[in-house]
Nanobody
Framework: QVRLVESGGGLAQAGGSLRLSCSVP????????LAWFRQGESNQRELVAS???????RYRDSVKGRFVITRDGRRNTVDLQMNKLKPEDTGVYYC?????????????WGQGTQVTVRS
């Protein structure tokens, strides 16, 4: 059984910052791609940022230049530093670990943490 546990959500003012952290078991941290998704008003779970096991990072266009995803091997976490927050960043943020093996996807999710940004 794999547990991904998010922390760091809460309330922030527009223009402020929050830092999310996801605890990932060590074996998973080293082998899987890690990512943050969010579910906002659209009720669709959308990719916010990802960090591959090889060290490449990608970001949703709307958060580029504001958010930074980081893999921390000493803490076995994937973190999301969110700066210059906007009300549209509001949503439930989910941690994800995934990999593809022989054409099949293996994936794990956290339970989510609420982020609310007030104007």
């Amino acid at each position: 059984q794999v547990r991904l546990v998010e922390s760091g959500g809460g309330l922030a003012q527009a223009g402020g910052s929050l830092r999310l952290s996801c605890s990932v078991p060590g074996d998973i941290w080293g082998l899987y791609n890690l990512a943050w998704f969010r579910q906002g008003e659209s009720n669709q779970r959308e990719l916010v940022a990802s960090a591959s096991s090889g060290g490449d990072s990608r970001y949703r266009d709307s958060v580029k230049g504001r958010f930074v995803i980081t893999r921390d091997g000493r803490r076995n976490t994937v973190d999301l530093q969110m700066n210059k927050l906007k009300p549209e960043d509001t949503g439930v943020y989910y941690c994800n670990a995934n990999r593809w093996i022989m054409g099949s996807k293996t994936e794990f999710w956290g339970q989510g943490t609420q982020v609310t940004v007030r104007s």
